[in-house]
């Protein structure tokens, strides 16, 4: 095997990459010649092993564990609490900044990225999946419910959520296999049909990742939730839309819903999206008082989905943004906690599909092609109601102002075909 390329020094990344100075992410790394997950940051096209960066010394000052980064996940690092976590990220952006400095050892603590291999980059304990698109839960509503009435009577007053599968939610490029079930029976009557799902769907999400826990009946109010609020992964909530429409009566998603889920690699702290905090929807009526909040919530982040078919060009399905979401983040994690719930370090709260107030800005497949009467044309000619055996769905955002640029990335999976049934 040929040694890996590395740089003589400093490589600064170009000024439309996700992962500027102004970023510096977190996450899970291991190499060919170290397969040991460990903790990293991204800038530009490499991969900087944070293990190596406290070995060489220069985060001596800060007293840090002295494993903290040699584990295979980055709970205990994120449970160090936002004094400690932010000042590794401004430390990190110190040095990267310091050619005759850092300059000298950047050779041996980065990786190119092609040769690093991500990891989900914490333990999730606990996983939620919230409804927080107005846009988004009113298509919902208009196709299956009543298109004057779209909305459900609590819908502008809680935010709505049920908790998902932990178990599930895969890092970026992990393949998802098409799931099996069962599906509604005909109008007519009879019994339900079984097999491959043949709706299957993307949701564009974005999660939140806890960043401190609490005790059994302890309540955070909206007001100091970003105090327990790390960052932020791109996150496509998998569907399987006929198996979901015959079991969500009377329990919710079940099946539909806990076979994949699929992660970006690298969080995104609050303190990198901060030049990028806007005003949400208007709230009418006004939420109650455990739910109200001062000041912007929302984080303007360009968001987009993309099909590329089994040895295919892909197509850009949707372009949508994070601003749009009704409820936000603090008022989630409010509500999440209001009745006693307890956090930990590293649970995943999901924002819901996050759908725009235009057609192309609409965050599913559902929706895109209104229950498949408006079928997508891709670039290969080829065309698409739901997702098919062999396409891969890959979402991407970014966040930019006044030359600073912040990315996520890619959160990215392959369709493979269903195993036959019954199983030999």
Known sequence: ??????????????????????????????????????????????????????????FKDLNLPEAIFARPAL???????????????????????????????FAYCAVPVQAARMHLPVEIGDYTDFYSSKEHATNVGKMFRDPDNALLPNWKHIPVGYHGRASSVFISGTPVKR??????????????????????????????????????????????????????????????????????????PFLGKNFAS??????????????????GPAQEPSPLPYLQFEGP??????????????????????????KYMYWN???????????????????LCASGTISGPEPASFGSMLELT???????????????KFIEDGDTVILRGFAAREGIRVGFGEASGKVLPADPWPLS
């Open 262 to 279: 699929t992660v970006s690699p690298w969080i995104v702290t609050l303190e990198a999206l901060e030049p990028f905090r806007t005003e």
């Open 179 to 252: 799931p099996v079930g069962q599906f509604k029976p005909t109008e007519t009557g009879g019994t339900p049909g079984f097999g491959p799902t043949r709706l299957l769907d993307f949701e564009l999400e974005m999660a939140f990742v806890v960043g401190r826990p609490t005790q059994p009946g302890q309540r955070i109010p909206v007001a100091r939730a970003e105090d327990y609020i790390f960052g932020l992964v791109l996150f496509n909530d998998w569907s399987a839309r006929d198996i979901q429409a015959w079991e969500y009566v009377p329990l919710g």
């Open 370 to 384: 209104w229950r498949g009467a408006r079928p997508l044309t891709l670039a290969d000619g080829s065309v698409r």
């Open 329 to 347: 983040m603090c008022q989630q994690l409010a509500h999440h906690t209001v009745n006693g719930c307890n956090m930990r370090v590293g649970d």
């Open 75 to 105: 709970n205990d690092f994120i449970a160090l609490g936002k004094p400690v976590t932010s000042a590794v990220r401004a430390r990190l952006q110190e040095l990267l900044r310091d050619e005759r400095g850092f300059g000298s050892f």
């Open 1 to 58: 095997m040929s040694a890996e390329p590395v740089p003589q020094n400093i490589v600064h990344p170009a000024s439309d990459s996700d992962f500027s100075i102004h970023n510096i992410p977190f996450g899970i790394f291991s190499t060919a010649r170290d397969s040991q997950p460990r903790a990293a940051t991204r800038y530009g096209d490499y991969v900087i092993d944070l293990r190596l960066v406290r070995q060489l010394g220069f």
């Open 297 to 322: 919530k929302n984080y303007d982040i360009n968001l987009e989905v993309a099909i590329r078919p089994a040895d295919g060009e892909e197509t850009v399905v949707c372009r949508s943004n994070f």
